[in-house]
């Protein structure tokens, strides 16, 4: 599936087209089209296996592809690895570090080996995260560790950010910190391309989504675009009792409650309810709550129907 634009004429970041990795006869990712813009917050979500950590090492030249091509500012991921990572700021999913240093010494190493003075930086950023950088690492909970890791992969301002369950062992004021980070990249104009499985960070943050399943990258939408596709409830509330079978004759709506005498309907939508809003307004309507798919419904309605929301989940062959 072609991943679309995010906005006309917006310079892309990230572009692949068919980029595909085998292990043997096992597929990681399979046949992937990927269109990042520049300054956009791209979530990249899937279950354990199903291709994002494979993607992502391909974007960085850690492996190399079956067949396939693919593009960071432009520049091929193979011929021009080394320009491509002096821009890009990564946090792998499996962060190794160096027990016996502390934070400090472990990020002025990698501040050396980029030949950049981030120590302002880093120490602001560590001050964000309330990260000790004297501490041994080997001293540090899994959520210091994680800190760490984002704080090596956002010291040096970079470009472009590809992030691998940046989140995880974080408590919820360092997801806090971590959104605001997000948010302040994007407004700058630099871009974010991150795999999480913690969808509501993902929802929080993300201009568009991409969800990948067994390999393939199966839909790419932002998430207004994913909640029209998939069935909301609503509810609506009139001032004397209104016939459900004139809501139930609409296109994609059912009714599943009638309460109050019929003064209260409530009511399952598939995509926009335009229809139902319509039908209301020609009655005398007190209240209408709506409750909104969040990227959990989204994410599984995709995976339980088979890869596309609202299909026949048999019909997967």
């Known amino acids: 599936m072609g991943a679309g634009k995010a906005g006309s004429g917006a310079p892309r970041t990230i572009e692949t087209a068919g980029l595909t990795k085998y292990y043997g006869n096992t597929p990681g990712i399979v046949d992937l089209d990927l ?17 994002k950590t494979t993607t992502i090492r391909l974007l960085l030249n850690l492996i190399h592809p079956t067949r396939g091509t693919g593009a960071v500012f432009g520049m091929d991921i193979a011929g021009g690895s080394l320009s491509i990572r002096r821009r890009v700021g990564y946090l792998p999913g499996d962060l190794a570090v160096y027990p016996s240093m502390t934070g400090r010494e472990f990020l002025l190493y990698f501040s050396r080996l980029r030949g950049i003075d981030t120590a302002a930086h ?13 501490r041994p690492v080997k001293e540090y909970s899994k959520g210091n560790r994680q800190k760490v890791g984002l704080v090596n992969a956002f010291m040096h301002e970079p470009d472009l950010l ?34 999480s499985h ?8 993300a201009d568009r989504v991409g969800i990948v399943r067994r390999g393939r990258l199966i839909a790419v939408d932002t998430l207004e675009g994913f909640r029209s596709k998939i069935r909301s409830n609503l509810s609506i509330e009139f001032a004397s009792p209104a016939d459900p079978a004139a809501f139930a004759a609409l296109e994609g709506v059912t009714v599943t409650g009638v309460r109050k005498g019929g003064s209260l309907l409530r009511l399952s939508v598939a995509g926009p309810h335009d229809a139902v809003v319509k039908a209301a307004a020609a009655r005398n309507v007190r209240a209408v709550a709506s409750e909104e798919a969040d990227l959990d419904e989204v994410f599984f309605s995709y995976y339980e129907n088979g890869g596309e ?3 026949d989940p048999d019909a997967e062959g």
């Open 309 to 311: 929301a609202g299909a």
């Open 198 to 205: 913690n969808l509501p960070e993902v929802e929080r943050v």
């Open 122 to 134: 880093t120490s602001l950023l560590a001050e964000r995260f309330d990260l000790d950088l004297d």
């Open 35 to 51: 269109a990042v813009e520049a300054g956009e917050v791209f979530g990249f979500i899937g279950p354990n296996g199903a291709g």
């Open 162 to 195: 590809i992030l691998d369950e940046p989140t995880a062992g974080l408590d919820p004021l360092g997801q806090q910190e971590f959104g605001d980070l997000v948010s302040e990249v994007r407004r700058e104009g630099r871009t974010v391309f991150l795999s």
